[in-house]
């Protein structure tokens, strides 16, 4: 994930939970046509604003609890649920973001692709 402020980059995010054999593996590459991806090492903040920031998260790494509480106004998870369809996979990843907004009081934006979008609330999951 990229931040780009007045065109320029000013901060990288790389995804610290990579999904086993899927982007972990050498030989799933061959069959899933995904590209090598690097593991990042630490949480990243974006200060986006004076006084606004986001943790951002990446697709899956919803599933994992948040270690760390973030120091940020916004947690912001991006995923792509179009393997899913509209079958229950969608909902029960909308259902993990409610837990990660609940876990770290931080209010979490969930924007997919062509699952559920929303904002969860930092004290009711709403």
Known sequence: MFLLLNGNLTSVYDKRFLVPFYETSPIATVFSGAKAVGRGEAATVFEVAPGIRIFPMLCFEVLLPIWERPHA????????????RSGIGQRLLAKFARMRALESSVRLVRVSDVGITGILGAKSGH
């Open 73 to 84: 106004n916004f947690i912001v998870l991006l995923s792509s649920d179009w393997r899913f």
